[in-house]
């Protein structure tokens, strides 16, 4: 048997084969111990907490020590209670407990109750220490053998015991052939190498909860919609009160169903909807969107342009990634997606209005500037086209891209280069749940050859995948994924009313206080850092795989400093677990009532001021099936599972040191207290924002 080398001289995780523990390196561990007859022979009691009620397997458990290691031992698996006893006797002690083995064997009848959940192992020495181990992994055929370290966090430099740096590069072994990087499409991230849901391993798919509560959901809804609209027109709503008649369940937000066409609402939308990325402040117009001041006066109560763009009071909303596509055919009709440019003004009276609209980048007769002066039916249109972009431009680079494409480059470095042992693979485990399997049926159901996007969207699907992902990908900088500098960039400190930035900034701050003490607890230098190799390869991969070695990404390759893992780490849970939030949750708030959300048009815009009218609009708006499609999807994507883990709330005990618990137990106290502020908030509000409040906020991409 190869022996299994600790060292790390190029920084790189070696390939180990098993079995996980080399019998020669566990005895220059034990040449490091104590005499034996310093120990005594014992028994040790064993709690297994387990979801698995029975099972046909028999698990075996080794303990290892720095002595000697006990006889494989029979464990009792079958209970009723999550929680059951075991005894394991030793002629003598193993000394100190470094390990647990656990070994599944399986049964003559091997096709059914051959799978068993170990949650986690408390081992209760002789001398009455209890020591835990984190396990959260199912035992099968295809995986017969685990081993296990306590809860106690440790960096491999300053790991001594050859038994558990072998133990833990072994660890990674196994989860480097689990977990593998595969190309998607030119341009865009890495992402895990399983075609479906079943290709992943067991920890990381959907509990049972969450697997049936979605299945059931997604009919349900589709059911309900379709036999609502049973009455309506086969191709156009032809009123707002027939489209409110036939779709009532799931029910829209009633506020957002009465105030979507006014313009205050309109503005409203780009700080507090879900997208509200996009809009910045505007110094100076582009040269492809020429309004004068003789078409704004009227909107901006008596002042003048120059003067509210020199005074910080106009925005703009460019949708430029748009451009350039023909439109998707839906029912053998060609749909429209426009590229607008937005203008909007901040009024003395603390509102967000839009004055300026065009429709395409480019400027002509044919693309006239709209106005709120103009028709009823021709500013609606032009409003209704800008939110039809919006939901494109949210739903692929926001939503999709910023923050599930990312969150799975997340997860997948952790589980490569992070073994259990490491305190950042303990920090973040949380916030990796379920995100790979979402990520799956997103990529098979929505963005698939013949999922949603191809067939009820205006963009489809080749060019969403091939052209506006990589697109929207080009443009994206680490400072756009760090709230604080983003929302400087885009010029954004003062605007009134802007709850996204008030409550983000919040939880911004409450995070990197966690994550800053609790990775000062084990980072005490900087040279901690620059000798941890295991998170250089972490970052490395992220570097390359998640961000394409684009160095103009800003995105770091390497660490040498405290603070600037501090730093990355704080975005990452912010953007799994608050941006997600942000960009997730309120999608069947908005888009629930179709005409604020449209998900495709199917007329053009007027090329012509004066000639659109009551039927032009309802021509304009997608058809019955296609409204139907997307409401359902938009109310799955925002319906939380009945299992689901708030920002804070950890499920499973990973730190067993008292200084990390401790920042823990403070992180959760902050979070509730901001619980509260955003509540005392939200009581003065027509339309409370609580997208942000922690305790609807999930650890992770989940939905």
Known sequence: MPLCNGAHKSGKTEQFPFPFLCSLSAEVSRSQAPAASELIMGEYTVEVHSTTKFTLQSIYIRLIGSTCDSKPQVLHTFSLSSVRTSKVSCTKSVGTLMLVELEAK?????????????????????????????????????????????????????????????????????????????????????????????????????????????????????????????????????????????????????????NWDSDEFFGYQFLNGPNPMLIKRCSELPDNFPVTDDMVKSSLGGSCLKRELQEGNIFLCDYKTLSGFEGNMINNKRQTLTAPLCLLYSTPEKKLIPIAIQLYQEHNKENPIFLPSDSKWDWLLAKTFVRSAGFHEHELNVHLLRTHLLAEVFSLATMRNLPSAHPLFKL????????????????????????????????????????????SFSTLTYSSLCLPENIKERGLEKIPNYYYRDDGLKLWDIIHKFVNGLLTCYYKTD?????????????????????????????????????????????????????????????????????????????????????????????????????????????????????????????????????????????????????????????????????????????????
């Open 428 to 471: 973040l485990m949380p916030h990796t749940r379920y995100t790979f399997q979402i990520n799956i049926m997103a990529r098979n159901l929505l963005i698939s050859e013949d999922g949603i996007f191809k067939k009820y969207t205006a963009i489809g699907c080749d060019d969403a995948v091939h052209t506006f992902l990589p697109n």
């Open 527 to 703: 040279d901690d850092v620059k000798e941890d190799p295991e998170l250089q390869n972490w970052i490395s991969e992220i570097f390359e795989y998640g961000f394409l070695k684009n160095e103009s990404t800003r995105i770091p390759c390497s660490f040498s400093k405290v603070e600037e893992v501090i730093k990355f780490v704080t975005m990452v849970i912010f953007t799994v677990s608050a941006q997600h939030a942000a960009v997730n949750n309120g999608q069947f708030d908005f888009g629930g009532w179709m005409p604020n959300l449209p998900t495709s048009l199917r007329l053009p815009p007027p090329k012509t001021k004066g000639e659109s009218t009551e039927k032009t609009f309802f021509q304009t708006l997608p058809d019955v099936t296609t409204t139907i499609h997307g409401l359902a999807v938009l109310y799955l994507l925002s319906k939380k599972a009945s299992d689901h883990s708030a920002l804070g709330v950890y499920t499973e005990d990973l730190f067993g040191d008292a200084e990390a618990c401790q920042h823990v137990s403070e992180f959760q106290e902050d979070l509730r207290k901001r619980d509260q502020e955003v509540n005392i908030r939200n009581r003065d509000l027509q339309l409370p924002y609580d997208y942000l409040k922690p305790e609807k906020v999930d650890n992770s991409v989940s939905l």
């Open 106 to 258: 399986p049964s003559w009848f091997k096709y059914f109750f051959q799978d068993w959940f170990c949650a986690k192992l408390v081992v209760t020495t002789p001398e009455g220490e209890k020591i835990h181990f984190p396990c959260n992994q199912w035992l099968n055929s295809k995986k017969t053998v685990v081993s296990l370290s306590n809860d106690k966090a440790m960096l491999i430099n300053k790991e001594t015991n050859i038994t558990l740096l072998n133990q833990r590069q072994q660890e990674l072994a196994v989860r480097q052939q689990d977990f593998r990087w595969k190309k998607y499409q030119n341009g865009v991230p890495y992402i895990i190498d399983a075609e479906e849901t079943s290709d992943l391993p067991e920890e990381v798919r959907f509990s049972f909860t969450k697997d049936i509560e979605m299945k059931f959901n997604a009919v349900s809804v589709l059911v309900e919609l379709e036999l609502e609209s049973l009455g309506a027109c086969l191709d156009t709503w032809e009123s707002l009160e027939e489209l409110h008649s036939r779709l009532q369940h799931p029910t829209p937000n009633e506020y957002i169903r009465q």
